[in-house]
């Protein structure tokens, strides 16, 4: 039986696990993004509305979060969005479908709550065939005028971002101590950190701007 709710209080520690285990060595040796659930949690831009885990039999085996940016154009005039993170489902698990469904309600959520565009940072790979497409397209930048491969964005209102050109502006919630984050770190069991392919694949990646 599947079930898409949103996270409780006394989730937290597994959501934390799950993500902690997911996103282990994938981008860089170790991770962060289980320190950055704990985080952004209590921040003003975070939407608990929706901050959903996807069920599988009574355990929980996704979670995505979402929290408000900003868009500015040249006028000085601000949008606010969407953008989510982290997202993930157990590892094994993965490519069955899991991540898709709850992604697709979690969009869907958004849109009913009056939603109008989500801008986030991925691989185009995971997420064009759920209706992303380049920041470029909507000329959708970051601050400088640089468009990255990796930023991605996605109208929930058909035609909001047309005619203007936007600076995408992350929530502080995303900020945080390198220092702080170990320190949380050790609060779960150890895991080895090391080196995998995919770190390099996410540096070309993260690295790579469309011209």
């Not at 996807?54 to 949008?79: C, F, H, N, P, W």
Request: aromatic fraction near 12%; hydrophobic fraction near 35%.
């Amino acid at each position: 039986m599947i079930t898409i709710r949103n996270e409780t209080p006394t989730d937290y520690r597994a959501v934390e696990e799950l993500i902690r285990r997911s996103f282990w060595n994938q981008y860089v040796p170790g991770c962060h993004e289980h320190y950055l659930a704990h985080i952004i949690r209590p921040h003003r831009d975070f939407l608990p509305e929706l901050d959903l885990v996807l069920e599988l039999d009574g355990q929980i085996i996704a979670s995505v979060m979402y929290t408000r940016a900003r868009l500015v154009d040249k006028s000085g005039e601000e949008k606010s969005i969407l953008t989510f993170g982290p997202f993930c489902t157990a590892l094994e698990y993965q490519r069955q479908g899991y991540g898709k469904r709850l992604l697709e309600e979690s969009l869907a959520r958004a849109e009913r709550l009056g939603g109008e565009a989500v801008v986030i940072f991925g691989s185009p790979a995971n997420y064009v065939s759920r209706g992303f497409q380049s920041c470029k397209k909507y000329q959708v930048s970051l601050e400088g005028g640089t468009y990255p491969a990796a930023m991605l964005v996605k109208e929930l209102k058909p035609g909001v971002l047309a005619g203007r050109k936007w600076t995408y502006v992350q929530s502080p919630a995303f900020d945080f101590d390198e220092g702080e984050a170990e320190a949380f770190d050790r609060q779960f069991a150890p895991m080895e950190k090391g080196w995998q392919p995919s770190q390099e694949e996410f540096y070309i990646l993260s690295n790579a701007a469309l011209l």
